[in-house]
């Protein structure tokens, strides 16, 4: 049981590259999310899944893509990096309805770096 | 002003104190109450969490919420350095899908 991974744990983009942050659990968690970490700013949501095939849209989506084709991944592209985009990426996922058996995790991060 | 404030310290206090950490808010749709602990460099994990009003109690961790005041506190008892970490206030509401943050308090436990 690996939890919650993410890759790459470090990047550094040029202006205008796209990449994606790749995100993956093994608990079979309906709901996953995607959050940007910025010095007092606290965890932003930018994009979240409900499950397979359900994404919407959070706080901060603009320049950020997700597709959940698969209960296990949960994918963010960025689309075209700007420097405001610099920041610390966290992935979650968790159980569901907040219950007796609720649970959430967190992954490790992806510190991102926009030149 | 934010939906969620919490003061981001630090607050460093001696080992074995009592530490009390708190958030308002402003939105009294707000039905879910979370705390988090976040180690440096690591990602956030969830403490407790409790619904509507009242207390909850795990070990050294007590969750306080006070609906009237739009007011949330973390209650930590003798504490240890271990316990050195940003812990991040979170809710809402009870149909919502969306989990607003505070921005963190920074705690530091002198031994």
């Known amino acids: 049981n690996a939890g919650v991974t993410q890759t790459p744990k470090f990047q550094v983009l040029k202006t205008g590259q796209s990449m994606t942050l790749q995100c993956a659990q093994d608990m079979n968690h309906e709901y996953m999310s995607w959050y940007r970490q910025d010095p007092g700013m606290g965890l932003r949501l930018i994009h979240y899944s409900v499950g397979a095939g359900i994404t919407d849209q959070g706080e901060v989506p603009n320049g950020y893509n997700v597709s959940r084709s698969t209960t296990e991944d949960f994918p963010l592209r960025l689309l075209s990096a700007a420097p405001s985009q610099t920041s610390v990426y966290f992935c979650?996922?968790?159980?569901?309805?907040?219950?007796?058996?609720?649970?959430?995790?967190f992954g490790p991060g992806t510190r991102l770096t926009v030149t | 002003q934010k939906e969620v404030e919490q003061d981001p310290g630090p607050l460093s206090v001696p080992e074995g104190a009592i530490v009390s950490l708190n958030c308002t808010y402003s939105?009294?749709?707000?039905?879910?109450f979370m705390w988090y602990r976040q180690y440096s460099r690591k990602g956030p994990e969830l403490l407790m969490y409790t619904y509507s009003s009242g207390n909850k109690e795990d070990g050294r961790f007590t969750a306080q919420v006070d609906k009237s005041s739009k007011y949330i506190s973390l209650f930590i008892r003798d504490s240890q350095p271990s316990d050195s970490a940003t812990y991040l206030c979170?809710?809402?509401?009870?149909?919502?899908?969306?989990?607003?943050f505070g921005s963190g308090t920074r705690l530091s436990i002198r031994p």
């Open positions: 979170a809710m809402k509401g009870s149909s919502a899908s969306k989990i607003i």
């Open positions: 979650a996922s968790s159980s569901g309805g907040f219950g007796e058996d609720y649970e959430q995790y």
């Open positions: 939105n009294s749709a707000f039905q879910y």
